[in-house]
């Protein structure tokens, strides 16, 4: 029988989504101002450099390969476009 992870809930993606692009993209001052549909990319929170470095992290921290293909700025355009991306991710993944 193979070892499967727990895949995690909703609000636990959402919150270590939040909470990495917080502490790493955004100054202490700006942190309440991200909202789950805030677009991540055409608001500047995120730039080309830092899109590599979050895509590392979701590998990393999540397991998972994110290949090139998925690679569409839609899965990573708000936080809750990262959610549903991940939890699709993770429910093929197993």
């Given at each position: 029988?193979?070892?499967?992870?727990?895949?995690?809930?909703?609000?636990?993606?959402?919150?270590?989504?939040?909470?990495?692009?917080i502490?790493?993209?955004?100054?202490?001052d700006?942190q309440?101002?991200?909202?789950?549909?805030?677009?991540?990319?055409?608001?500047?929170?995120?730039?080309?450099?830092?899109?590599?470095?979050?895509?590392?992290?979701?590998?990393?921290?999540?397991?998972?390969?994110?290949r090139?293909?998925?690679?569409?700025?839609?899965?990573?355009?708000?936080?809750?476009?990262?959610?549903?991306?991940?939890?699709?991710?993770?429910?093929?993944?197993?």
């Open positions: 029988m193979r070892n499967q992870k727990a895949i995690p809930g909703t609000q636990t993606i959402r919150n270590e989504v939040r909470d990495f692009i502490s790493t993209f955004l100054a202490r700006n309440k101002r991200l909202h789950d549909d805030d677009l991540l990319f055409e608001s500047a929170v995120i730039d080309s450099a830092g899109a590599m470095t979050f895509i590392l992290h979701l590998e990393r921290y999540y397991g998972i390969e994110i090139d293909e998925e690679l569409f700025p839609e899965n990573f355009a708000s936080v809750n476009h990262v959610l549903h991306f991940l939890q699709g991710k993770l429910k093929n993944h197993g």
